[in-house]
């Protein structure tokens, strides 16, 4: 049996399914990138990549996935190569970052990371293969392409016409009518710009229109429809689980420390208060 839906009650569904969808990936996403944004004082040479990594594994205790090269892909990262690091209080997401350009083989793509949508874990490889874990994500952009138009047209007072028929003259209207025109810009015309714009600064050789295989975009009734890999939606968008800079408290979740109360200089206090009162 074949059931039709609307695309707009299935696009409504997605929104839906998307931003109600546990949050146990979220929230281990967010530990992830707290745990590796604890700096780390590394000095190694001709150290085996995957020795670096799983150095940085133990010290932080965060869920790393590497995209390694095998049998299966010639593109990835080299276990086996030698990198040497002499870093002071450095990320250890930026180390790993560092030590893992020294282990690609690709001179042309330098490897990034995301975060796995479904464990939350860091994934850090080519770009070529962190395509293969794209999601769809629908972004509004009503506020973005809402064009209000500038009613200049307002009619205006002919102060001749109210003099003339005040004196018992003239029987023309006192108001004038402008002849501006108000054009209504075409909201398909202004997500495409949007859209231009995206295509433009984010991964520019990723998206299909480009002749990439990351992501590809489409507009739908004040929609943007994206299919990419989550280290393209990080850059449109973020993460909404982080309200401040990785590693650090928010100004609001920060409390004032408590110091602790002398007794003595209590007791004497109190009793120069009495003093004072007396």
Not at 24 to 34: H, I, P, V
Not at 55 to 66: C, K, L
Not at 166 to 186: K, P, R
Not at 215 to 230: E, I, K, Q, T, W
Request: proline share 5%; hydrophobic share 40%; aromatic share 6%.
């Amino acid at each position: 049996m074949n059931i039709r839906v609307p695309i707009r009650t299935a696009l409504a569904c997605i929104a839906f399914i998307t931003a109600s969808a546990p949050t146990l990936a979220q929230s281990e996403g967010a530990k992830t990138l707290s745990l590796l944004s604890k700096p780390i004082t590394v000095e190694v040479e001709d150290a085996r990549f995957e020795d670096v990594v799983d150095f940085v594994r133990t010290s932080t205790g965060a869920t790393v996935d590497i995209a390694w090269i095998s049998n299966r892909h010639s593109n990835g990262l080299d276990p086996e190569a030698l990198v040497s690091l002499d870093v002071t209080n450095a990320q250890a997401l930026a180390l790993l970052l560092h030590a893992a350009r020294m282990a690609s083989r690709d001179d042309f793509e330098d490897p990034t990371w995301q975060l796995d949508h479904k464990t939350g874990a860091v994934q850090i490889g080519p770009r070529s293969r962190l395509n293969k874990f794209k999601r769809l994500e629908i972004y509004d952009i009503h506020d973005l392409i809402l064009v209000l138009p500038n009613y200049t047209d307002v009619p205006r007072l002919n102060l001749n016409s109210v003099v003339r028929q005040g004196q018992g003259g003239g029987s023309g209207g006192i108001f004038q009518q402008s002849q501006d025109d108000n054009t209504i810009v075409d909201p398909e015309l202004e997500a495409n710009r949007i859209m231009d714009i995206l295509r433009a600064v984010v991964e520019t050789d990723e998206w299909t229109s480009s002749g990439g295989d990351g992501a590809s975009v489409h507009y739908f009734d004040g929609n943007l429809l994206v299919s990419a890999p989550d280290y393209i939606h990080r850059q449109i968008n973020g993460y909404s689980f982080l309200m401040g800079p990785v590693g650090r408290p928010t100004q609001s979740a920060a409390k004032p420390e408590s110091k602790p109360t002398n007794s003595v200089t209590a007791q004497a206090t109190a009793e120069e208060s009495d003093k004072a009162s007396q």
